[in-house]
């Protein structure tokens, strides 16, 4: 092998990696090195003479790892967005050998000796907010990583975080197998009756890409329990094989891994002090403790279920033509979308034609944060990213100056996991000197060849929802990388994404990018009044599949060590029931074997997050709409106060900034229709 790309810094603009040259034999050696010049690193700052000061500690394990940094990042992005055989092979490997680093570092006595003096003495240091920050949470994050522990529990603990590390990587190579696997085949167009005729046409190209036979259909799966065409396919039948093949997925290989991962957090929490492991992860949440969380979601439960019962019993009525006595959970989304025709007289499927991916992108999105934030984007095809679909737009601010670089991957495809999310490149940190590099991930089907990329209005939603995330990273102003963007708590990370998606249906922004793609005429008259009408139907349904996913996440992770699950099916409908949510029409949002931000992507007691950041969320939108100033005032204050910060100062401090008040629930309950 000649030189390996991650060795170096990349010199290309904004440190974008090198992808042109970076190959999959790159990353283990990258890897290797990478750990081991980082403890190289820290031994130097124990080996020190000098006694500790905040210099030669804390601000030189901030500057470690420069190279494990590099690779980790473009690795984790090629794991989730353009995998193989060969990339998970490596990700196999190398899980554990991460967790035994971070335990390595973490449980390094004479760095936390180092540490500890130095948080003993804070008071005394001189530092200035940023940097006592710094030291208090590096202090925290030490203590709860095992630090005080004595020798014979920290090397169980280490022994416990490679096999949690080691199972949440198969969890997730389990559920990208099993929903390729589920992947509904179908022989006849007839079968596909309801969908659109471009649904049906990316239907036989989605067959002929996976290598199926001529003239056959495949369906492929969405990560949630619903699927998009169950609200559309007129034959029972076939909805009733596409939601099955959804809901059982991973069933047999990831039920008794869940199983194991929870018995394991248990031990990991009573290990480190905490009763349960939900215990030990909302204590360093902005929600604190149990306590607050179980309030919110048992507040929650009653009434959403109230409302799921009513919308119910609409959708009866209308199924009754059909000669269906009692809703199946398979008929669920395709009633609602006949109530939405009937009462509403809102079609989903007509909405199509007026969300074409490229005029929601820059007239939409792009244009909303032109808006709020005086942001413009270019095109930069001449910037390589890791794959063809993926492409890179530079950030302008409003006097020119460059802010990043914004890279948009939107499209599904066979090596890509499913949702959609995202993630960071580059981080930006003062200290480094280092502008971030941001990205996006959807999963929109790709059309037929030749024709145009039309979004639902969920995926609408959702690229305004990630690239709120993406302006969480590139607004980031801090100094340290440790507080970057989006390094804040679970609990919070989700408000502003949640309050981007606010523009989508904000009328100047609508107007400016809902237009025909052919005829490049608006929204019908009065359709966008009918849907804000209709957005309140569903919610019971919605609120429903969220909390029992939740409630189902919190119930895996408060049972106390060692009460045995014998069955993780049979653990999962006795909780829901315990907890007042079972609707059996309303399956949860994931199921636990394919429930892959507990088990795999680190949100485990944590899938609460989204609801509990939609408090912050829809108070931050009244605070929008209602503070009389104008929306790129508005902007600016919620940038300067809120976005750029970071993890530098506490989240609900910056929230206190903007909004001039501590968070109230009543803007998400009247939103959700529960107050
Ligand atoms: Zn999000």
Not at 131 to 142: C, G, I, M, Q, Y
Not at 232 to 252: C, F, I, K, P, Y
Not at 282 to 292: K, L, N, P, W
Not at 415 to 428: I, N, T
Request: aromatic share 8%.
């Amino acid at each position: 092998m000649t030189e390996n790309p991650f060795f170096e810094p990349s010199t290309l603009g904004y440190e974008l990696p090198p992808f042109a040259e970076i190959r999959d034999e790159h990353y283990l050696p990258a890897y290797e090195r990478g750990m081991a010049e980082q403890l190289a690193e820290i031994a130097a700052i124990t080996a020190d003479p000098e006694p500790p000061t905040f210099a030669n500690t804390l601000v030189a394990l901030e500057r470690s790892g420069a190279l494990l940094r590099r690779v980790d990042a473009v690795f984790r992005n090629q794991v989730a967005s353009d995998t193989s055989d060969a990339v998970d092979e490596v990700d196999a490997k190398v899980s554990p050998l991460l967790a035994a680093h971070h335990d390595a570092i973490h449980l390094d006595r004479a760095l936390f000796a180092r540490i500890e003096e130095l948080y003993g003495r804070r008071a005394e240091l001189g530092l200035d907010p940023e940097s006592l920050r710094l030291l208090e949470r590096r202090h925290t994050a030490f203590v709860r990583s095992g630090a005080r522990l004595g020798a014979a529990e920290q090397a169980r603990l280490r022994e416990l975080n490679a096999e949690l590390a080691a199972l949440g990587t198969t969890f997730q190579q389990n559920v990208n197998a099993a929903t390729k696997a589920a992947a509904l085949v179908l022989d006849s167009a007839d079968d596909l009756d309801g969908l659109s005729a471009d649904a049906i046409a990316a239907a036989a190209e989605n067959a002929r890409v996976l290598g199926h036979d001529e003239g056959t259909y495949v369906l492929s799966l969405k990560n949630t329990s619903g699927q998009p065409e169950l609200a559309l396919l007129t034959d029972r039948s076939v909805r009733e094989r596409l939601l099955a093949a959804s809901l059982g997925r991973a069933r047999d290989t990831n039920g008794p891994l869940a199983i194991r991962m929870a018995a394991l957090r248990a031990e990991r929490a009573r290990l480190l002090g905490h009763p349960t492991h939900a215990a030990y992860v909302v204590a360093d949440e902005t929600a604190g403790t149990v306590e607050a969380v179980a309030g919110l979601l048992a507040r929650l439960v009653e009434p959403a279920v109230a409302n799921a019962h009513r919308e119910a019993a609409e959708l009866a009525e209308v199924a009754a033509a059909d000669g269906i006595d009692e809703i199946a959970a398979h008929d669920w989304a395709y009633y609602s979308e006949k109530v939405r025709q009937g009462s509403y007289r809102v079609d989903a499927a007509a909405l199509r034609p007026y969300f074409e991916l490229e005029r929601v992108l820059h007239d939409g999105v792009f244009h909303a944060a032109g808006l709020a934030y005086g942001l413009t984007f270019t095109e930069r095809p001449d910037l390589t990213a890791y794959h063809p679909d993926a492409r890179v737009f530079e950030v302008f601010e409003e006097d020119g100056g460059a802010l990043g670089l914004f890279i948009g991957d939107f499209h599904a495809r066979a090596s890509k996991r499913g949702g959609a999310w995202m993630d960071e490149l580059v981080g930006q940190s003062a200290l480094t000197g280092r502008r971030p590099v941001v990205m996006n991930n959807l999963n929109i089907a790709r059309p037929a060849p030749g024709e145009p990329v039309l979004l639902t209005w969920d995926e609408v939603r959702t690229l305004f929802h990630e690239f709120g995330h993406a302006l969480h990273g590139l607004f980031s102003d801090v100094r340290y990388p440790l507080f970057a963007g989006t390094a804040v708590p679970r609990d919070f990370v989700e408000f502003p994404s949640q309050v981007n998606e606010m523009w989508m249906i904000r009328p100047e922004v609508l107007a400016n990018y809902a237009r025909h793609h052919v005829t490049g005429e608006p929204l019908p008259a009065g359709l966008v009044e009918r849907m804000a009408a209709a957005g309140g139907f569903g919610q019971g349904f919605r609120t429903v599949e969220y909390l029992a996913a939740t409630l189902l996440d919190w119930a895996w992770h408060t049972v106390p060590e060692g009460r045995g699950i014998a069955d993780a099916e049979e653990f999962e409908a006795r909780v829901l029931a315990e907890a007042g949510i079972a609707v059996p029409a309303i399956p949860p949002r994931y199921r636990t074997a394919y429930f892959q931000h507990i088990f795999a992507n680190g949100y485990s007691a944590g899938y609460y997050a989204y609801i509990w950041s939609e408090v912050l969320d829809a108070d931050t939108v009244q605070w929008f709409e209602g503070n009389g100033r104008s929306v790129r005032e508005s902007g600016e204050v919620f940038r300067r106060e809120l976005l750029a910060r970071g993890f530098s100062r506490d989240p609900l401090d910056s929230f206190r900034e903007v909004v001039g008040r501590s968070p109230e629930t009543g803007p998400l309950l009247a939103r959700r229709g529960l107050a």
